[in-house]
């Protein structure tokens, strides 16, 4: 009985380890979510150097609105002009899954918010679907394709 018990508790605990350990977010995790993070900070606040620096040039970003962009030089154009000091995006909290991509790089999928602050006070925001592919290139990464679905 005693030894049941011993050999019981020795299971709960490895399996509890296991559990934590598999729960705990991986390096690549953490460095696509605070990858997107920093784009979206530079988003948010109008740093263009810094999305432009995150952006590869062969950037493809296609929106359910607005078609298909292939121009880095005019997507952040078009932020520039309609998106700073406008909008703002929040991640929905514990809505992001990140996915390697070997040999690539990795996928970001979640849900966002936009508020719009030309909006009246209070509106809500609608949730919404994103897809972030980012490339490894060496010690840096880039974001090569944007698909935001409302």
Known sequence: MKRTKVM?????????????????????YQTIVALDSAYFAAYNTCDMETQAKLL???????????GLSTSKEEILKG????????????????SLEVSPIPGYGAAIVGLHKFKNHR????TPSKKSRF????????????????ISLH
């Open 8 to 28: 019981l508790f020795s299971i709960f605990v490895v399996f509890k380890g296991l559990l934590a350990q598999s729960q705990e977010p991986s390096a690549l």
């Open 56 to 66: 590869a040039d062969e950037i493809e970003f296609y929106h359910d609105m607005g």
């Open 79 to 94: 932020i520039s002009q309609n998106i700073c000091g406008k909008v703002t995006r929040t991640i929905v909290e514990g």
């Open 119 to 122: 909006e009246p006070e209070g």
């Open 131 to 146: 897809v972030g592919i980012w490339k490894q290139t060496g010690d840096q990464w880039q974001m090569t394709r944007i």
